[in-house]
């Protein structure tokens, strides 16, 4: 600020220990501004956790601005309380970039006007953001393609954030980078393995066949490269609903599979579809609640729990 127009409170955050041994992670998607009580919900939430969760994980469609600035503004107002004190991991999602013009302003440099295969339903969700917007307000590791994909290590866990907005099939940039970036991976330094991405690569939310059938073409281009490298945790949104599924591989029980949550709860409409996947050996367990996930990884085990707005109870959790 200045002295003309005032300034801003003081705010103050903790850097990592390089160790660190136990530590507390929040993760959800879908949270904008539209949802009005429901988003601020999670962020009242999050500001009164038991203790300080050491960074969070948003991946996609944050803020619904669709080009409309003064919503970004209004987005970064409400989740300040959360962004000003702890490191507010981001990636991106349909309403932050899809287009179907304006290829020529894509700061991801994708070819043409992005990633529209015949079989998906990639259209114009950004209303003409093409993840300009997302590119110059966030700041991530630039070890991938910028806020698109990237990684990081924290304590025990290695973190993937990628874009299933952009090419994801086998020899596409990103599934080269992927593979890579997996490969150099040190389990002596971080055992765990976090991937995250805005559609989820196993869902049962129905009626959404277009949704459904780009969840197959995301396990036909990474599910093999996740057992490979052991992937333990997917997280991801794009539902608005609660669901946890595995540890699955190839659509059956698999010890050394992906245990995968999709947590877009935090604020958008929720689903009012149903669940299908209770006939599935791979399903665990689901809710229409908005909420996040708290994540508390230690030496020993990663531990999940859904946290609903509503009354801050644990809705479901596990153990991986």
Known sequence: GNDIYGWSNEYNFIIPEEKQEKYHII?????????????????????????????????????????????????????????AYIPYMASIGNHEYDHTTGG???????????????????????????????????????NGNNIFWYSFDYGLTHIIQMSTEHDYMRGSDQHEWIVKDLESVDRKKTPYIIVTGHRPMYTSEQPYESDFLVAQFIQSALEDVFFKYNVDLGLYGHYHAYERDGPVFHNKNNDKGTVHI??????????????????EEWYKANALNWGYLRIIVDKDKISTQFIRNSDGMVADEAEI
């Open 27 to 83: 993760a959800y998607g879908d949270l904008g501004i539209d949802g009005g009580d429901a988003a601020q919900g999670t962020i009242d939430r999050i500001t009164s956790e038991y203790n300080r969760p050491d960074f969070l994980l948003h991946f996609g469609d944050i803020s619904y601005a669709r080009g409309i600035g003064w919503k970004w503004e209004k987005f970064f107002r409400m989740i300040t309380p959360v962004s």
């Open 104 to 142: 020529n302003k894509d700061p991801s440099h994708a070819k043409g006007t992005g990633f529209h295969p015949v079989w998906g339903n990639y259209g114009d969700d950004s209303s003409g953001e093409c993840g300009v917007p997302m590119r110059y307000r966030f700041h991530m590791p630039d």
């Open 262 to 279: 999709t947590v877009g709860t935090a604020g958008a409409g929720l689903e009012t579809g149903t669940f299908g996947g209770e006939g």
